[in-house]
């Protein structure tokens, strides 16, 4: 799947560039057979009855988004730059997509958490600073951002994708910031540097990673290249009613949330749901020496922002 298949989502004025993963190809009538297979033998778990899920499973084939997420089991950086930027702003004419981009309770949370992590970010920007987004994406979520009243700033996106890397260079041209962006190509658990930046922003590895203890070691990475008195800006996803009675999720429609299940738990066993509490998410950080400073949570209570802070 190359660059160039998804340049009919977007005008050429839109301060994006495509950022398609190299596992990513594109779907295949067997790898929709496999998925029909492996539902069939689910069939007693399933969140919806299997002829419903099928039917979904199958409407997912006919729209780009839907055939990269049964591809990938997870998100690239283009795709998430549409479903936070792009998608709501358009009118999208296959009910199941519009339904992910306008109403599934998960991606609604991110936009929202996207918008709460520019207001934390921008009111923290002064002169002199160094910021860093890990993983960088497309690093829309530095590159948005308002610097005229601050001078000397450097914004470092850091990833493992080397193509993101060099679509990174182009997306800073795109905003005009090519100046004063850096790229590299880091492991975001051996960043190989110590107390160099003011603040770090970080959506989506904790929610990757299943292991509590990587987590742990994934933070403390984040404290190593902060400077002291520096400012992490991450987020996490909390469990919902169905696996927590404590769940901090409100504000959703129920038939929503067991559509969003059906998709991203029974079709495509999406690789982004370690979830955890306030609570869990707390203790890994003061493990990693951070102070927790604040904890935003969305309208849904979903997908809260953390904001936290490595000692003087």
């Excluded at 299997?50 to 591809?71: D, N, P, V, W, Y």
């Excluded at 001078?151 to 041209?173: C, M, Q, T, V």
């Excluded at 998709?263 to 890994?284: H, K």
Aim: with cysteine.
């Amino acid at each position: 799947m190359g660059v160039s298949v998804f340049k009919n989502h977007f005008s050429a004025d839109e301060n994006l560039i495509t950022h398609v993963g190299k596992e990513s190809q594109e779907l295949t009538s067997d790898d929709v057979k496999k998925i029909e297979e492996r539902l069939r033998c689910q069939e007693a778990s399933l969140m919806l009855p299997l002829g419903e899920t099928l039917k979904i499973l199958h409407q997912m084939t006919e729209f780009e988004l839907g055939r990269f997420l049964l591809k990938n089991g997870g998100i690239s950086g283009y795709w998430t730059a549409y479903w936070l930027i792009h998608g709501p702003a358009k009118k999208l004419d296959h009910p199941l997509e519009d339904w992910l981009i306008n109403k599934a309770p998960a991606f609604i949370a991110s936009r929202e958490r996207f918008k709460i992590f520019g207001k934390e970010i921008q009111k923290r920007i002064k002169s002199h600073m160094k910021l860093a987004s890990i993983p960088c994406g497309l690093m829309d979520d530095l590159l948005h951002l308002d610097y005229t009243k601050a001078s000397n700033i450097e914004l470092h996106g850091f990833d493992l994708d080397g193509e993101s890397i060099e679509l990174g260079r182009e997306n800073a041209k795109k905003y005009g910031k090519e100046s004063m962006a850096f790229f590299e190509k880091r492991d975001a658990w051996n960043l190989n540097t110590r107390d160099q930046y003011d603040l770090i922003t970080s959506n989506g590895l904790n929610f990757y990673e299943q292991d509590d203890a990587r987590v742990v070691e994934l933070y403390k990475s984040f404290h190593h290249v902060l400077k002291p008195g520096g400012v992490l800006v991450t987020s996490f996803i909390t469990p919902p009613p169905m696996m927590d009675k404590n769940s901090p999720w409100k504000n959703f429609n129920v038939n929503d949330v067991k559509m969003q299940k059906a998709i991203f738990g029974d079709i495509m066993q999406a690789r982004w749901q370690a979830m955890r509490t306030e609570s869990l998410t707390r203790s890994q950080l003061e493990q990693a020496g951070f102070k927790v400073l604040e904890i935003i949570y969305d309208t849904q209570g979903i997908f809260p922002t953390v904001v936290a802070q490595k000692g003087d």
